[in-house]
T-cell receptor, first 113, second 114 residues
């Protein structure tokens, strides 16, 4: 069945780059997403990538997609303490007509000053 | 443009009771999806409504149900509450058509069952 996996924790120093990795199982997924969740809050859509793309850059965020290995990564350049949060990778399986997202368990990013 | 609004934000209920949660999507969005978030299971998809019809359904028991009104607002109902239903319930709205599948989430309703 569909499953999305992420490492659970990442700790970086302020100013460094952070790379959060994700693997997914549905090779037919059309869109892959990154969401951010701060304590006590809902999910904030950070960025997404269409499956026919290898890379997408949006300010400090870079998404890389390796379809052959079903691997997705999110790079945050110049990480700030405000980036501390849980980051979720998500996919919409190809056989879904709508927007039913399958989420990973989330990666907790801790940024120290 | 107003975001996704969920009410109430917090709720405490007793086992065996039922509860109704509400979600108002972004204006113009016709799709509303519901998710349950718990520390153990993470984020799990409950169901999606589009134009008042359930379009997708996750693997939850029949105690979990929902509906969508003509103005796209959606409600989720949980009957015969169990302790394990304690969770953050999130709803997401999207256009639901074409190639735009961006889903925007509300702040969630924190349900505690005692």
């Amino acid at each position: 069945g569909e499953d999305v996996e992420q490492s659970l924790f990442l700790s970086v120093r302020e100013g460094d780059s952070s790379v959060i990795n994700c693997t997914y199982t549905d090779s037919s997924s059309t869109y892959l997403y990154w969401y951010k969740q701060e304590p006590g809050a809902g999910l904030q859509l950070l960025t997404y990538i269409f499956s026919n793309m290898d890379m997408k850059q949006d300010q400090r965020l870079t998404v890389l997609l390796n379809k052959k290995d079903k691997h997705l990564s999110l790079r945050i350049a110049d990480t700030q303490t405000g980036d501390s949060a849980i980051y979720f990778c998500a996919e919409i399986p190809f056989n879904q007509a709508g927007t039913a997202l399958i989420f990973g368990k989330g990666t907790t990013l801790s940024v120290s000053s | 443009k107003a975001g996704v609004t969920q009410t109430p934000r917090y709720l405490i209920k007793t086992r065996g009771q039922q509860v109704t949660l509400s979600c108002s999507p972004i204006s113009g969005h016709r799709s509303v999806s519901w998710y349950q978030q718990t520390p153990g299971q993470g984020l799990q998809f409950l169901f999606e409504y589009f134009s008042e019809t359930q379009r997708n359904k996750g693997n939850f028991p029949g105690r979990f149900s929902g509906r969508q009104f003509s103005n796209s607002r959606s409600e989720m109902n949980v009957s015969t509450l169990e302790l394990g239903d304690s969770a953050l319930y999130l709803c997401a709205s999207s256009l639901g058509t074409g190639e735009s599948t961006e889903a925007f989430f509300g702040q969630g309703t924190r349900l505690t069952v005692v």
